[in-house]
């Protein structure tokens, strides 16, 4: 069980796997055998990329919205970062009335585009069965950075690219919702999604990418999923057992490769350097 005294936990990429996040939810002590949120005030943070890959992405998005309006009642908080998964599930079921400009020669041409890219990137059919606009809605809100109290910064990717839309976590919420409003820009929702799926920019023991990008941003520990550790260390996915803190204590990985079959954790959070040499 999580200690639900701490500031903030978190959970790295779902990519539909609903089932292991609701057994890790009701172990770590935030809902019961319904699904009812118990966790009272505590505050819960998921890293991004709920859908793809996996079996159910609709079911996991369904529970992370209720429990996100549940927390809310009881004094608690559930949160959401976008995801790179979420922005080609969102640009694959964009309807015509919501594109603002075309990047190929029509809007059949874009639709085409991203609609191969969301499968080439394990899109399911059985969610887009099911996706509703209440879903893209939700999607399209979601903030891309959140800095917490006690100085964890919260991104989805392991990426410099959210310095394209601004230097500080406002500015960079701001920009990217503006983006994903009626109608969308879809050259600028692509050239976002590339920014997103890249990696590895913190991966350096000296720390010092990750703390530049701290003192941008705010906070004293970067905190991101995307990148899945038993990729990253050649291990088992069963072998992963927590999160990787690296870059000289800077940075925490939170993705466990769940679905590669590695655990699905929800963590609370590591205690963060004192200061920022």
């Known amino acids: 069980m999580v200690d639900l005294s701490d500031s903030v936990a978190a959970v790295g990429d779902v990519h539909g796997c609903v089932a292991p996040l609701r057994e890790a939810l009701y172990r770590a002590g935030f ?76 809007d059949d041409d874009v639709h085409a585009l991203f609609r191969e890219r969301w499968f080439g990137n394990g899109g399911q059919d059985a969610d887009s069965s099911r996706l509703t606009d209440a879903h893209l809605e939700w999607i399209a809100k979601l903030p891309a950075m959140a800095l917490t109290a006690d100085g964890h910064l919260l991104v989805h990717a392991d990426t410099v690219g959210y310095l394209e839309f601004g230097e500080s976590v406002e500015a960079v919420n701001e920009s990217i ?9 879809v050259e600028e929702i692509d050239r976002l999604t590339h920014l997103m799926t890249k990696r590895f920019a913190f991966a350096s023991d000296d720390g010092i990418a990750a703390r530049e990008f701290l003192r941008t941003f705010g906070g004293r520990q970067l905190v991101h999923g995307h990148s899945p550790i038993p990729l990253l260390l050649g291990i088992e996915p069963h072998a992963v057992t927590g999160p990787l803190v690296y870059a000289g204590g800077y940075a925490v990985n939170l993705d466990t490769g769940l679905f590669l079959g590695g655990p699905c954790l929800v963590c609370g959070l590591p205690s963060v350097p004192k200061e920022l040499p």
């Open 31 to 106: 809902i019961d055998e319904r699904e009812r949120w118990i966790g009272e005030d505590a505050r819960l943070w998921f890293l991004g990329d709920l859908t793809d890959r996996g079996p159910d992405g609709i079911g996991v998005l369904d529970l992370v919205m209720s429990l996100q309006a549940q927390a809310a009642d009881h004094g608690g908080e559930v949160g959401c970062l976008l995801g790179n998964h979420e922005l080609m599930l969102l640009a694959a079921h964009l309807p015509e009335g919501r594109r603002l400009r075309l990047m190929q020669s029509g």
């Open 177 to 185: 919702a503006a983006l994903l409003s009626d109608p969308v820009d």
